[in-house]
């Protein structure tokens, strides 16, 4: 089931959405002082690509230096892919068959805004419920 649903998520959101992220990584690998937000996006976007049966869990060894990093995060690139997700999620709302899928998006909203100091981890696991 997560396959079908993943097959879907890709064609009606998820690759404008990881195509958002990627687009974001190159901007950000293009700096060498945020690289690491750069690959805070390039991971995110496989995230977006294949979103089921995959979660979000906080690490607990992230610092302050991820708090700050969310910061400025949040100001140069996060409220622009959170708004993406939230158009996207609210188009996909419209219809019936799109409910699962805008919920999805709207879930992703978090991550988009403050990734570092988060971990994508499969929903199979043990620790993936915290």
């Given at each position: 089931m997560k396959t079908i649903l993943n097959v879907l998520w890709l064609v009606l959101s998820g690759f404008w959405l990881a195509l958002g992220y990627v687009v974001a990584g190159i901007i950000c690998c293009v700096l060498i002082i945020t690289i690491p937000f750069g690959i805070a996006s390039f991971r995110i976007a496989g995230y977006a690509l294949w979103p089921f049966g995959r979660t979000t869990v906080v690490r607990r060894d992230a610092g302050a230096g991820s708090a700050i990093g969310n910061v400025i995060?949040?100001?140069?690139?996060?409220?622009?892919?959170?708004?993406?997700?939230?158009?996207?999620g609210i188009a996909l709302c419209v219809t019936i068959i799109g409910i699962p899928f805008g919920i999805a998006n709207f879930k992703m909203i978090p991550i988009s805004l403050v990734p570092l100091g988060r971990e994508i981890v499969p929903t199979d696991q043990p620790f993936a419920t915290r």
């Open positions: 995060w949040f100001i140069f690139a996060g409220w622009w892919l959170a708004l993406g997700h939230i158009v996207t």
